[in-house]
């Protein structure tokens, strides 16, 4: 059985930084890529960041460029989504997601899913 776990979401101000951490199971986890998604209510879920498995990085949302980084702990099975600068638009459900090595934007692509952590970002 495969399990995605994320966790590390919380209300923060704007300008405060987050730590979201993404713990997958039950996959040969330094085959796959992950990718960081987040919905807002009334709002299509996006991609955000991808980590492929050499560690490069995709960017499918320009605003979090500069602000936003992916990281990956293969040891530990592990992706990490640093968030500083935080912003009230910011503010979503973030769910990781694993495919199979390549990354990719789009939600139909990935078949395994966390169940997400908040993210709220307050002025």
């Known amino acids: 059985q495969v399990q995605v776990v994320e966790s590390g979401g919380g209300l923060v101000q704007a300008g405060g930084s987050l730590r979201l951490t993404c713990t997958a199971s039950?996959?040969?986890?330094?085959?796959?890529?992950l990718t960081w998604f987040r919905q807002a209510p009334g709002k299509e879920r996006e991609g955000v960041l991808c980590?492929?498995?050499?560690?490069?990085?995709?960017y499918y949302e320009d605003s979090v460029k500069g602000r936003f980084a992916i990281s990956r702990d293969n040891a530990q099975s592990t992706v990490y989504l640093q968030m500083n600068s935080l912003k009230p638009e910011d503010t979503a459900m973030y769910h990781c997601?694993?495919?199979?090595?390549?990354?990719?934007?789009?939600?139909?692509?990935?078949?395994?899913w966390g169940q997400g952590t908040q993210v709220t970002v307050s002025s």
């Open positions: 980590v492929f498995l050499n560690g490069g990085t995709v």
């Open positions: 039950g996959l040969p986890f330094d085959t796959y890529s």
């Open positions: 997601a694993a495919r199979y090595y390549s990354c990719s934007g789009s939600t139909a692509d990935y078949p395994y």
